[in-house]
């Protein structure tokens, strides 16, 4: 069974702090997604990566960075971090099937909080 | 560009009775169609997908769901839901061809189970 593993499941930072948020998967994925999570909004795609050192914004990159220097791992970095990022951030990953969208494995999320 | 809607925000139903939830999207080409569920605190878990074939999918936990192109929907249904089944549920559409991973997902619809 793919496991997506979140490293923190809360976390409570000050603004302007830089925060890393940590995700490993264990199934070979070639993808990997940030999203965030917020009530009425669903979840939006911050940014993907489909391979190592490869990133790609998603639909609301802006305030956000990403890493990806092992296939198995795809940090999320807020580079200095404000109250509008207090969110639920969720991590994914998938396989390439080669012939369109395949299933996302999500974590657990980790709770961001900004003060 | 893909979206999705998910016209309820909210759905009670007493367990037992059926359960329908929907879902329409918007794709200009063959769509991937998703149905995630997500429990309180918890990652999302796919539920079913339609990649293509019989345009009714059965998917994990008694649900199933239908494809109507004509309609552009991917309606959810149970016939006799349980309390178990209180969570929030995600419609998703990504990409049929090109391999490229990018999905969207509808803004939720929460349901409640009343004994």
């Known amino acids: 069974d793919v496991k997506v593993t979140q490293s923190s499941r809360y976390l409570v930072k000050r603004t302007g702090e830089k925060v890393f948020l940590e995700c490993v998967q264990d199934?070979?994925?070639?993808?990997m997604f940030w999203y965030r999570q917020d009530p009425g909004l669903g979840l939006r795609l911050i940014y993907f990566?489909?391979?190592?050192?490869?990133?790609e914004k998603g639909d609301i990159p802006e305030g956000y960075s990403v890493s990806r220097e092992k296939k198995e791992r795809f940090s999320l970095i807020l580079e200095s971090a404000s109250t509008n990022q207090t969110s639920m951030y969720l991590c994914?990953?998938?396989?390439?099937?080669?012939?369109?969208?395949?299933?996302?494995?999500f974590g657990n999320g980790t709770r961001l909080t900004v003060t | 560009a893909q979206s999705v809607t998910q016209p309820d925000i909210h759905i009670t139903v007493s367990e037992g009775a059926s359960l329908e939830l929907r879902c329409n999207y918007s794709?200009?080409?063959?769509?991937?169609l998703f149905w995630y569920v997500q429990s309180p605190g918890q990652g999302l878990q796919l539920l079913l997908k339609?990649?293509?074939?019989?345009?009714l999918v059965q998917g994990i936990k008694g649900f199933e769901a239908e494809f109507k192109r004509s309609q552009s929907s991917f309606n959810l249904r149970k016939p006799s839901v349980h309390w178990s089944d209180a969570a929030e549920y995600f419609c998703?559409?990504?990409?049929?061809?090109?391999?490229?991973?990018?999905?969207?997902f509808g803004t939720g619809t929460k349901l409640q189970v009343i004994p």
């Open positions: 994914a990953s998938s396989s390439t099937t080669g012939t369109g969208a395949s299933p996302l494995h």
């Open positions: 199934m070979d994925h070639e993808n």
């Open positions: 990566s489909y391979d190592v050192k490869m990133k």
């Open positions: 794709y200009g080409a063959t769509p991937y």
């Open positions: 339609y990649f293509s074939g019989d345009t």
């Open positions: 998703a559409v990504g990409p049929g061809t090109g391999g490229y991973q990018k999905v969207t």
